[in-house]
Protein backbone atom coordinates (compact mmCIF):
# COMPACT_ATOMS: atom_id res chain seq x y z
CA UNK A 1 0.00 0.00 0.00
CA UNK A 2 1.12 3.41 -0.62
CA UNK A 3 0.32 6.59 0.93
CA UNK A 4 0.63 9.90 -0.94
CA UNK A 5 1.39 13.32 0.48
CA UNK A 6 1.54 16.46 -0.93
CA UNK A 7 2.57 19.84 0.42
CA UNK A 8 3.86 23.11 -1.05
CA UNK A 9 0.30 24.55 -1.38
CA UNK A 10 -0.59 28.44 -0.89
CA UNK A 11 -1.67 31.60 -2.13
CA UNK A 12 0.31 33.78 -4.95
CA UNK A 13 -0.26 36.33 -7.20
CA UNK A 14 -0.85 35.59 -10.78
CA UNK A 15 2.68 35.09 -12.79
CA UNK A 16 4.19 34.04 -9.69
CA UNK A 17 5.45 30.41 -8.75
CA UNK A 18 4.96 27.64 -6.35
CA UNK A 19 6.82 24.31 -6.28
CA UNK A 20 4.30 21.18 -4.82
CA UNK A 21 5.55 18.25 -3.77
CA UNK A 22 4.58 14.60 -3.37
CA UNK A 23 6.20 12.08 -0.85
CA UNK A 24 5.44 8.36 -1.09
CA UNK A 25 5.52 6.16 1.58
CA UNK A 26 5.16 2.39 2.11
CA UNK A 27 6.23 1.22 -1.15
CA UNK A 28 8.47 2.93 -4.00
CA UNK A 29 7.23 4.87 -7.36
CA UNK A 30 9.42 2.43 -9.33
CA UNK A 31 7.78 1.41 -12.49
CA UNK A 32 4.68 3.45 -11.50
CA UNK A 33 3.81 6.42 -14.00
CA UNK A 34 2.81 9.15 -11.28
CA UNK A 35 1.02 12.63 -11.96
CA UNK A 36 -0.80 15.33 -10.92
CA UNK A 37 -4.67 15.98 -11.46
CA UNK A 38 -6.12 19.10 -10.05
CA UNK A 39 -9.98 20.06 -9.42
CA UNK A 40 -11.54 23.68 -9.35
CA UNK A 41 -14.93 24.64 -7.21
CA UNK A 42 -17.70 22.79 -9.44
CA UNK A 43 -15.25 21.35 -12.33
CA UNK A 44 -13.78 17.81 -12.78
CA UNK A 45 -11.32 16.53 -11.89
CA UNK A 46 -8.43 17.05 -14.89
CA UNK A 47 -4.89 15.72 -15.38
CA UNK A 48 -2.28 18.47 -15.32
CA UNK A 49 1.28 16.35 -15.64
CA UNK A 50 2.66 12.90 -15.15
CA UNK A 51 6.10 11.19 -15.30
CA UNK A 52 7.19 7.60 -16.14
CA UNK A 53 9.07 6.88 -12.78
CA UNK A 54 11.46 4.04 -14.23
CA UNK A 55 12.72 6.30 -17.41
CA UNK A 56 11.50 9.76 -16.74
CA UNK A 57 8.85 10.69 -19.53
CA UNK A 58 7.05 13.17 -18.94
CA UNK A 59 3.17 14.09 -20.82
CA UNK A 60 1.44 17.66 -19.77
CA UNK A 61 -2.27 19.01 -20.67
CA UNK A 62 -1.69 22.01 -23.20
CA UNK A 63 -2.98 24.23 -20.64
CA UNK A 64 0.37 23.96 -18.62
CA UNK A 65 2.64 22.93 -21.00
CA UNK A 66 5.50 25.32 -21.18
CA UNK A 67 4.44 27.19 -17.73
CA UNK A 68 4.68 23.55 -15.38
CA UNK A 69 7.33 21.36 -15.05
CA UNK A 70 7.13 17.37 -13.28
CA UNK A 71 10.28 15.94 -11.92
CA UNK A 72 10.91 12.95 -9.51
CA UNK A 73 13.59 12.11 -6.75
CA UNK A 74 13.93 8.22 -6.85
CA UNK A 75 16.70 8.64 -3.86
CA UNK A 76 13.68 10.21 -1.96
CA UNK A 77 10.99 8.70 -3.41
CA UNK A 78 9.16 12.03 -3.84
CA UNK A 79 7.97 13.64 -6.97
CA UNK A 80 7.61 17.48 -7.89
CA UNK A 81 5.55 19.95 -9.81
CA UNK A 82 7.40 23.11 -10.56
CA UNK A 83 4.63 25.93 -11.36
CA UNK A 84 5.62 29.44 -13.10
CA UNK A 85 3.65 31.90 -14.32
CA UNK A 86 0.55 31.12 -12.37
CA UNK A 87 -2.59 32.01 -13.55
CA UNK A 88 -5.58 33.06 -11.71
CA UNK A 89 -7.57 30.15 -14.13
CA UNK A 90 -4.92 27.39 -11.93
CA UNK A 91 -6.63 27.89 -9.03
CA UNK A 92 -7.81 24.09 -7.57
CA UNK A 93 -6.90 21.44 -5.14
CA UNK A 94 -4.15 19.84 -6.88
CA UNK A 95 -3.81 15.83 -5.78
CA UNK A 96 -1.04 13.44 -7.01
CA UNK A 97 -1.61 10.14 -8.07
CA UNK A 98 -0.05 7.02 -8.74
CA UNK A 99 -0.71 4.13 -11.90
CA UNK A 100 0.05 0.83 -10.68
CA UNK A 101 0.12 -0.97 -13.82
CA UNK A 102 2.95 -1.36 -16.26
CA UNK A 103 1.34 0.17 -19.22
CA UNK A 104 4.62 0.62 -21.74
CA UNK A 105 8.31 1.70 -20.99
CA UNK A 106 7.99 4.89 -21.91
CA UNK A 107 4.20 5.51 -21.13
CA UNK A 108 2.48 7.98 -19.35
CA UNK A 109 -0.55 7.59 -17.73
CA UNK A 110 -2.91 10.80 -18.68
CA UNK A 111 -6.52 9.18 -17.63
CA UNK A 112 -8.41 9.31 -14.62
CA UNK A 113 -9.08 5.94 -14.41
CA UNK A 114 -5.81 4.81 -14.89
CA UNK A 115 -4.72 6.21 -11.08
CA UNK A 116 -5.17 4.33 -8.63
CA UNK A 117 -3.90 5.87 -5.68
CA UNK A 118 -4.03 9.70 -4.40
CA UNK A 119 -2.91 12.20 -1.92
CA UNK A 120 -5.53 13.92 -0.22
CA UNK A 121 -4.59 17.35 -1.88
CA UNK A 122 -2.98 20.41 -1.73
CA UNK A 123 -4.57 24.78 -2.17
CA UNK A 124 -3.37 26.74 -4.51
CA UNK A 125 -5.21 30.02 -5.15
CA UNK A 126 -4.02 32.32 -7.62
CA UNK A 127 -4.85 35.88 -6.92
CA UNK A 128 -5.19 38.34 -9.90
Known amino acids: QVQLVESGGGLVQAGGSLRLSCAAS????????VGWFRQAPGKEREFVAGINWYVGSTYYADSVKGRFTISRDSANNTMYLQMNNLKPEDTAVYYC?????????????????????WGKGTQVTISS
Open 97 to 117: AGDMYYRGRDYVSRYLTDYTF
Open 26 to 33: GRTFSSYS
